[in-house]
Nanobody
Framework: QVQLVESGGGSVQVGGSLRLSCVAS????????MGWFRQAPGKEREMVAL???????KLGDSVRGRFSIYRDNAKNTIELQMNSLRLEDTAMYYC?????????WGQGIQVTVSS
């Protein structure tokens, strides 16, 4: 099993920036892909950014060019740098790491963008 703990959320105005962090613990030596998803009220959970153990990454269409994902395998950490934030980026953000066919999720952290 793996445990995921997010930090760094909060409130910011349109155009601002935030950086989210996720620290993994437990069976971290078996982790491969990690990433961030988000869910806004009344909407489905959507993929924001994914990163492989080797550093390859994929960004969701709505955040490409504004968000970046980073991974530090030595610290078992991934980070999401969010720039040029928009109102529609407001959501609960979840750290994700699949392991042995099971999805593992953090508790979620709120990001609120206001005008």
């Amino acid at each position: 099993q793996v445990q995921l703990v997010e930090s760094g959320g909060g409130s910011v105005q349109v155009g601002g920036s935030l950086r989210l962090s996720c620290v993994a613990s437990g069976s971290v030596e078996r982790l491969r892909d990690m990433g961030w998803f988000r869910q806004a009220p009344g909407k489905e959970r959507e993929m924001v950014a994914l990163v492989t153990f080797g550093g390859g990454f994929k960004l969701g269409d709505s955040v490409r060019g504004r968000f970046s994902i980073y991974r530090d395998n030595a610290k078992n950490t991934i980070e999401l740098q969010m720039n040029s934030l928009r109102l529609e980026d407001t959501a609960m953000y979840y750290c994700w790491a699949p392991l042995a066919g099971r999805d593992n999720w953090g508790q979620g952290i709120q990001v609120t963008v206001s005008s």
